[in-house]
């Protein structure tokens, strides 16, 4: 069974930093890509950030998040740094079995972990 599962998320001031981990199982973790995606409030959700041998990030998050991934632990990350609030949002990892970077959606469907809150405020 294909699992992902987030964790790591809180609430941050402007400027701090966390650490996001996206645990899975249940599939060859080490031959598909993985991505972040955010949903903030009243907006779509959008990708954010992807691995595969190498890192892709949307405009926004690059040059402070940084994504990596361990293959003996099945678990990516997504280190996040000088947060701002506009970064608040559900973050969500996902997969849909391919093995390029970002995901497309004409890749087909997504499986998706259950997210988790993240909320930069003072």
């Known amino acids: 069974q294909v699992q992902l599962v987030e964790s790591g998320g809180g609430l941050v001031q402007p400027g701090g930093s966390l650490r996001l981990s996206c645990a899975t199982s249940g599939f060859r973790f080490h031959y598909y890509a993985i991505a972040w995606f955010r949903q903030a409030p009243g907006k779509e959700r959008e990708q954010i950030s992807c691995?595969?041998?190498?890192?892709y990030y949307e405009d926004s998050v690059k040059g402070r998040f940084s994504i990596s991934r361990d293959n003996d632990r099945n678990t990516v990350y997504l280190q996040m740094s000088r947060l701002k609030p506009e970064d608040t949002a559900v973050y969500y990892c996902a997969t849909d079995f391919t093995q390029a970077c970002p995901l497309k959606d004409s890749n087909g469907p997504k499986y998706w972990g259950g997210g988790t809150q993240v909320t930069v405020s003072s």
């Open positions: 691995i595969t041998d190498s890192p």
